[in-house]
């Protein structure tokens, strides 16, 4: 039986593929300057009647949802204690990590006056449901840059190694890491079970804040129980972007795809769908509001959509044991889950919200979209280079060497 441990990947950085992704990373940062140098007006198509587009639609609102595979694997693998899950979970939470770091840099590009994105952290305002989201957002993203520190001390205990002058540093940097590991291995369950209550804090109020935008709401989305469903959407999205993330990961550095354990993770999404589907369907069953769905309009379409594509077709595809056994069903249901969730958030802050006195409809400018392109640009090529450093992915082991199960801040 063939072992695994995480370590880091010994391939080549530069290929096609991340030269192309180099090119848009930097075509959104030359925008991302202009926005900067001249002002946010200067880049964007945003106005007092469209306050925010597809930097909080997409880059914030859906960056926070397909993040959340760190706190659904956290959950699975640490609190429920599923040792066969604790492979992905590395993987899971260096997407998380990557995620809501560029979620709280999308932030702060949306705002106005950027340089007073730390108001939150003095000025205190209980009622606020924007508040408490930003709130469980910075602490959240505090938390998961502690639980990956184990993964640095891993790395580079006994191997500190500074050229030079810096040589001095050696043992003192050592002895700092191995400290650090024997703290965090003793406290680390703290920090998990903060980050799975934090995240489905502020991934419900998300729904809280659309909620309180009342009739600028269609109704087809507008509903009370808009916290729930924002949770439910979130965590029904968490696996099958871990499956989607690992098949891509695998693919791209001729690794063979850990298809055990994505295929019980495709066998949790099924009933999970189901409840979400479940608690949609109802409420528009007890609201009447799929009457709506009568309309042929782009706000009817849309919904449609969102639900086929997003719930019922991979819903179907997830409760097939043929798919969940094939690499290639468990991508195409785990994509259809993404894209759904994708769309259920573009069309809650772009489509959905209708200003009060509208004038004319709202549409990103180019300089928008290639922000939001260069920002997952950068991302993924985060992400290759981090895996290529750190140890993250599972890879086989060489020799006679035992199987390591990693836990954040411990290793058994």
């Known amino acids: 039986m063939e072992n695994f441990r995480s370590a880091p990947i010994e391939k080549k950085f530069f290929t096609p593929i991340v030269l192309l992704l180099i090119v848009l990373a930097i075509n959104g940062m030359i925008f991302l300057l202009g926005r900067f140098l001249f002002g946010i007006g200067a880049v964007t198509n945003l106005d007092n009647q469209y306050p925010w587009g597809i930097w909080i639609g997409i880059d914030v609102a859906a960056g926070v949802a397909l993040a959340a595979g760190g706190f659904t694997t956290a959950a699975l693998g640490h609190i429920m204690y599923k040792e066969q899950y604790h492979a992905i979970i590395r993987p899971a939470l260096l997407t998380a990590m990557l995620g809501y770091t560029f979620v709280a840099i999308s932030v702060m590009i949306d705002l106005g006056r950027y340089y007073y994105i730390w108001h939150p952290l003095i000025m205190w305002n209980g009622t606020s449901v924007l508040f408490e989201v930003g709130m469980c957002v910075m602490i959240y993203l505090f938390v998961l840059y502690i639980e990956f520190l184990p993964i640095v001390t891993e790395r580079f205990i006994g191997r500190v190694s500074f050229p030079g002058f810096l040589k001095k540093l050696n043992r003192p940097v050592d002895k700092l890491l191995r400290v650090l590991d024997r703290t965090l291995d003793k406290t680390m369950f703290i920090f998990i079970i903060a980050g799975v209550v934090l995240s489905c804090l502020h991934q419900s109020s998300l ?3 659309m909620v309180i935008a009342g009739p600028k709401i269609h109704p087809l989305w507008q509903t009370p129980i808009l916290p729930l469903l924002f949770l439910l959407s979130a965590i029904s999205v968490g696996l099958p972007m871990v499956i989607f993330e690992s098949l891509i990961t695998s693919r791209s550095f001729g690794l063979k795809p850990e298809i055990n354990i994505l295929s019980n993770l495709g066998n949790m999404v099924g009933p999970l769908l189901f409840i979400y589907l479940a608690f949609k369907i109802g409420d528009m069953v007890i609201r009447k509001t799929f009457v709506y769905l009568t309309e042929l309009n782009s706000a009817s ?26 690499p290639l069903g468990l991508f195409t249901a785990a994509f259809f889950v993404i894209v759904g969730v994708l ?19 709202y549409f990103p400018s180019f300089g928008e979209i290639s922000v939001t392109v260069g920002f997952i640009a950068i991302e993924i090529l985060l992400f290759r280079k981090m895996v290529m450093i750190f140890p993250i992915v599972s890879l086989p082991e060489t020799g006679s060497q035992k199987t390591k199960y990693f836990i954040r801040g411990k290793s058994q």
């Not at 379409?301 to 094939?326: A, C, D, H, K």
């Not at 958030?345 to 200003?355: D, G, K, S």
Request: avoid cysteine; hydrophobic fraction near 50%; charged fraction near 10%.
């Open 207 to 209: 729904g809280t804040l």
């Open 343 to 361: 769309m259920n958030r573009i069309n809650y802050f772009l489509v959905a919200y209708t200003p009060p006195y509208q004038f004319q409809t």
């Open 301 to 326: 379409v849309l919904f449609t959509l969102e639900i086929m594509i997003g719930i019922i077709i991979p819903l179907r595809m997830f409760l097939s044991r043929q798919v969940v056994n094939s």
